[in-house]
């Protein structure tokens, strides 16, 4: 008995010691583990990668650099950003961070950061011409003996710090509240943005067939311009410098004519429906209704109409006096008009057109050759063609009964695009015409006399 006891001892301490052998060697296992996990993480070789837009390519005299730095694992531990150029032996530095260790771990610095650098030329006392712009950014890592993973990102640059040089060649000597004009001008080089500035509002100009870096830019005065503050030619390079050549102009007041309209019953029951709908948010009574469309319909189309003149054709396309339809001139441009509705005044708008009555259904035609970028129902206009003319022309047909082009269309002067009609606020048959400049209304008198196109337009491009 004794003997197996003794065995049983034995072999009980033998297990007990296989089994803490055991133990002790997956705790080592996990300890090697947490060792060889904890040594990825820290030594990871996963580099930051840089970002720069390749808008940034050229540097003028200031200019904004921005820049991006992403590092999903140890995270972001500085950034710095020099520029070298050949024959100087020291980079500049334009930019250097540095952000605290956060952790051991994965996230002990920021995983992404942008931001941007303002390049001064006087500042840095650099010269024009190429260099390179370098983007160094290392994480948190303990690889590289501890330094981190680095990457280092190359962007070939050009330094340009001479804005364009502008010569003016022609400037309106005279101009009226909803009058228009050109300006010519010459530039030393290509420009990104080119174009005058009259009274805040900007217009492009467009390069003049067949002559090298000359210019011309259609500029126009809404109705109701009181005064004339500056007035420029602009132009920036593709390095961002901005030149600026200033000029005047006098401004010729014109009488302003006043007009009644009398909204009737009848009226509102046979247009409101109609707008209804096209715009289901009206509410209220018919009069309710119809003030709606007269205020807050017209601002949508004025929205409309700005959007569709936003992007001119580069080219004219159109030669001399616009057209003008046969009939009976109705309303002019710029009549103020107060609506009354049983006796009362009850509203107050802004014609911005000629509304011209001929027989019903009468042919429209083309005031002058174009291209048709809207043919469709709009609002107050009713059924609405506009023609780009090119180079910021417009003209605009409304209250159409019936469309004969599709947007897209190229058409010639004096081709019948339409019939007129009385859909819209159009109270009989008739054509609403109006011209535009960039989406700036203006009168169409001018734009209908030859004398005035010769004297303004014609005659100044050939003699420049």
Not at 28 to 43: D, Q, Y
Not at 185 to 209: K, T
Not at 230 to 242: I, K, Q
Not at 282 to 291: A, E, I, W
């Amino acid at each position: 008995m004794t003997r197996q006891n003794r065995l049983r001892e034995f072999s009980r301490t033998k297990n007990k010691s296989h089994f803490g052998r055991f133990i002790l060697f997956i705790f080592l296992i996990v300890i090697a583990a947490t060792l060889a996990g904890g040594g990825l993480i820290l030594f990871e070789t996963e580099k930051p990668l840089v970002t720069v837009p390749k808008e940034v390519r050229f540097l003028g005299r200031n200019t904004s650099i921005p820049f991006r730095v992403t590092d999903k694992k140890s995270g972001i531990r500085s950034i710095t950003i020099t520029l070298e150029q050949q024959g100087e032996s020291k980079p500049i530095r334009l930019y250097a961070k540095s952000f605290p260790r956060q952790s051991w771990f994965y996230g002990a610095g920021p995983t992404n950061f942008s931001g941007s650098v303002l390049f001064n030329s006087k500042k840095f006392k650099i010269k024009d011409g190429k260099a390179e712009l370098v983007v160094t950014a290392h994480d948190f890592s303990l690889n590289r003996f501890f330094k981190g993973n680095e990457t280092i990102s190359r962007y070939a640059v050009l330094i340009d710090t001479k804005p364009p040089r502008i010569s003016l060649q022609h400037t309106p000597r005279y101009i009226r509240p909803g009058g228009c004009g050109i300006v010519v001008y010459d530039l030393s080089e290509s420009a990104v943005r080119q174009g005058v500035i009259v009274n805040g509002v900007f217009f492009q100009g467009f390069p003049l067939d067949g002559r090298k870096n000359r210019y011309i830019s259609y500029v126009a005065l809404t109705w109701n311009t009181k005064k004339l503050g500056n007035s420029m030619v602009v132009a920036t390079d593709r390095a961002g410098n901005e030149a600026k050549d200033f000029f005047s102009m006098d401004l010729e007041n014109v009488p302003l004519k006043k007009d009644r309209i009398y909204v009737s019953d009848a009226f509102l029951k046979r247009k409101m429906p109609k707008f209804k709908e096209h715009y289901p948010e009206m509410k209220g009574s018919l009069l309710d209704q119809y003030l709606f469309v007269n205020n807050e319909v017209r601002k949508i189309n004025a929205r409309q109409i700005k959007e569709v003149c936003s992007n001119p054709v580069p080219k004219q396309l159109w030669k001399d006096r616009f057209l003008r339809m046969n009939g009976e001139t109705r309303a002019g441009f710029a009549d103020q008009r107060t609506y009354f509705y049983h006796g009362q005044p009850v509203d107050h708008q802004v014609h911005l057109g000629m509304d011209i009555a001929s027989t019903a259904h009468a042919a429209v035609k083309a005031a002058n050759s174009g291209k048709v970028v809207m043919a469709e129902y709009m609002g107050i206009y009713g059924n609405a063609i506009i023609l780009d003319h090119g180079q910021g022309v417009y003209s605009l047909y409304a209250h159409l009964s019936r469309f004969d082009v599709s947007p897209g269309e190229m058409v010639e002067k004096g081709e019948v695009i339409a019939r007129s009609g009385a859909t819209g606020m159009a109270g009989g048959d008739h054509l609403h015409f109006s011209m535009l400049i960039h989406g700036i209304f203006v009168t169409p008198l001018e734009w209908w006399d030859q004398h005035w196109i010769d004297m303004n337009i014609n005659d100044v491009l050939n003699q420049l």
